[in-house]
């Protein structure tokens, strides 16, 4: 039987930095052990499966429910959270293999609506308990292995929130919890948890209604700035996440940078100076060639070739002595010259230039002869 730990009230503050006090870890880690203990309880309560109702997870909310050390609470929240997320797969798993492509059952239907009315159960329990805000201000205070699973648990949440009819509850709870958003983007730059931090924010990216959050929170330029820095990993980890946050939901991103072009660009552009990281610049002309190309992005591609300077940056880049740098610059490049109405300042300097044009463009095809992105 699962015991009560009513000493914890369930509005607990938890530890608002990444780098807290022991103290602040310990109540941060109690809490999260309190909010896992709730949600495993509430989804017996409503009547999960035998199957995933299993032993192991009666067993974990009783470790969670005993009051105890904080190294014990510790051990009860890896526990718990490991419990969690094998019972969330299983259920998640079970619901997706019965569906074909359109999202019909193909299988058989008690046992899908079986596992979707468990498997829902176990997701509104944890967003009823706040797990999701618990794990991440908990992150910092467990072990690699917990921290992976604390992660899972996150994005499986809202992985399965979808198949398990869930996902109406599951962006309320996000749009409720703003600070679970800006939580995970200042988690990016903290050595200990940026990789976990980005890849839970990747994970936000399956939902349109989180990505349109995270851009009028100010994730791009926030992102922008940690590409720049000089630690190579944090800098990977915030341009593929800026990446997804443009391109997965590549409608949503695109109407909400659209109002903001003046904000947006002057970022792109700070990655491209001479001055920065080889690696920097490389990445940064690789991502803005996506984000013009992808036909969602069609409107601020116009836009982005009517300027005149924004071409001048790109003649200078294909100036560069590095063989990628040149060819990333010659494929935006390419851009503003196909555009069929391009503005009189723009044939102007293509005009003035095109000597020098036809030397740089000759140069590139010996240099990169036999490249089959040419």
Same mark, same amino acid.
């Given at each position: 039987?699962?015991?009560?730990?009513?000493?914890?009230?369930?509005?607990?503050?938890?530890?608002?930095?990444?780098?807290?006090?022991?103290?602040?870890?310990?109540?941060?880690?109690?809490?999260?052990? !309190?909010?896992?203990?709730?949600?495993?309880?509430?989804?017996?309560?409503?009547?999960?499966?035998?199957?995933?109702?299993?032993?192991?997870?009666?067993?974990?909310?009783?470790?969670?429910?005993?009051?105890?050390?904080?190294?014990?609470?510790?051990?009860?929240?890896?526990?718990?959270?490991?419990?969690?997320?094998?019972?969330?797969?299983?259920?998640?798993?079970?619901?997706?293999?019965?569906?074909?492509?359109? @999202?019909?059952?193909?299988?058989?239907?008690?046992?899908?609506?079986?596992?979707?009315?468990? @498997?829902?159960?176990?997701?509104?329990?944890?967003?009823?308990?706040?797990?999701?805000?618990?794990?991440?201000?908990?992150?910092?205070?467990?072990?690699?292995?917990?921290?992976?699973?604390?992660?899972?648990?996150?994005?499986?949440?809202?992985?399965?929130?979808?198949?398990?009819?869930?996902?109406?509850?599951?962006?309320?709870?996000?749009?409720?919890?703003?600070?679970?958003?800006?939580?995970?983007?200042?988690?990016?730059?903290?050595?200990?948890?940026?990789?976990?931090?980005?890849?839970?924010?990747?994970?936000?990216?399956? !939902?349109?209604?989180?990505?349109?959050?995270?851009? !009028?929170?100010?994730?791009?330029?926030?992102?922008? =700035?940690?590409?720049?820095?000089?630690?190579? =990993?944090?800098?990977?980890?915030?341009?593929?996440?800026?990446?997804?946050?443009?391109?997965?939901?590549?409608?949503?991103?695109?109407?909400?940078?659209?109002?903001?072009?003046?904000?947006?660009?002057? !970022?792109?552009?700070?990655? /491209?100076?001479?001055?920065?990281?080889?690696?920097?610049?490389?990445?940064?002309?690789? /991502?803005?060639?996506?984000?013009?190309?992808?036909?969602?992005?069609?409107?601020?591609?116009?836009?982005?070739?009517? =300027?005149?300077?924004?071409?001048?940056?790109?003649?200078?880049?294909?100036?560069?002595?590095?063989?990628?740098?040149?060819?990333? @610059?010659?494929?935006?490049?390419?851009?503003?010259?196909?555009?069929?109405?391009?503005?009189?300042?723009?044939?102007?300097?293509?005009?003035?230039?095109?000597?020098?044009?036809?030397?740089?463009?000759?140069?590139?095809?010996?240099?990169?002869? @036999?490249?089959?992105?040419?």
């Amino acid at each position: 039987a699962c015991m009560p730990r009513d000493v914890l009230a369930s509005g607990v503050d938890v530890v608002e930095s990444l780098e807290a006090s022991p103290a602040s870890v310990a109540v941060a880690t109690a809490s999260c052990c !309190h909010a896992l203990w709730q949600a495993i309880n509430r989804t017996v309560a409503a009547g999960a499966s035998p199957q995933l109702c299993t032993p192991a997870l009666v067993a974990a909310a009783d470790a969670l429910a005993a009051q105890s050390s904080p190294e014990r609470d510790s051990e009860a929240v890896e526990q718990g959270i490991r419990e969690v997320l094998s019972v969330l797969q299983q259920a998640g798993v079970a619901v997706e293999a019965a569906r074909d492509a359109s @999202g019909q059952v193909c299988g058989a239907s008690g046992a899908v609506a079986e596992a979707t009315a468990s @498997g829902g159960h176990l997701v509104a329990s944890l967003l009823e308990t706040d797990v999701p805000s618990a794990l991440v201000r908990c992150l910092g205070s467990l072990n690699f292995e917990a921290r992976k699973d604390a992660m899972r648990l996150f994005i499986d949440i809202q992985r399965y929130a979808l198949p398990l009819g869930m996902e109406s509850s599951f962006i309320a709870y996000f749009q409720s919890q703003p600070a679970i958003l800006q939580f995970l983007l200042d988690g990016c730059s903290d050595l200990n948890v940026f990789a976990y931090c980005a890849q839970m924010l990747r994970g936000c990216t399956r !939902h349109p209604q989180l990505v349109r959050a995270l851009l !009028h929170r100010g994730a791009a330029s926030r992102l922008f =700035e940690l590409a720049r820095s000089k630690n190579f =990993e944090i800098s990977s980890e915030a341009f593929a996440t800026l990446r997804e946050i443009l391109l997965v939901q590549s409608a949503v991103s695109a109407a909400v940078i659209s109002a903001d072009l003046e904000g947006f660009f002057p !970022h792109f552009h700070v990655l /491209l100076e001479a001055d920065m990281d080889y690696v920097v610049r490389r990445q940064a002309l690789r /991502l803005l060639g996506e984000v013009l190309l992808d036909p969602a992005w069609r409107e601020v591609m116009c836009a982005y070739v009517a =300027e005149d300077r924004f071409l001048q940056i790109h003649m200078n880049a294909m100036r560069d002595s590095a063989k990628a740098i040149h060819l990333g @610059g010659f494929h935006i490049f390419k851009i503003f010259v196909a555009n069929p109405r391009k503005p009189r300042n723009v044939c102007s300097i293509l005009h003035r230039n095109r000597n020098r044009l036809v030397k740089l463009l000759v140069s590139l095809s010996t240099v990169c002869e @036999g490249d089959a992105n040419l």
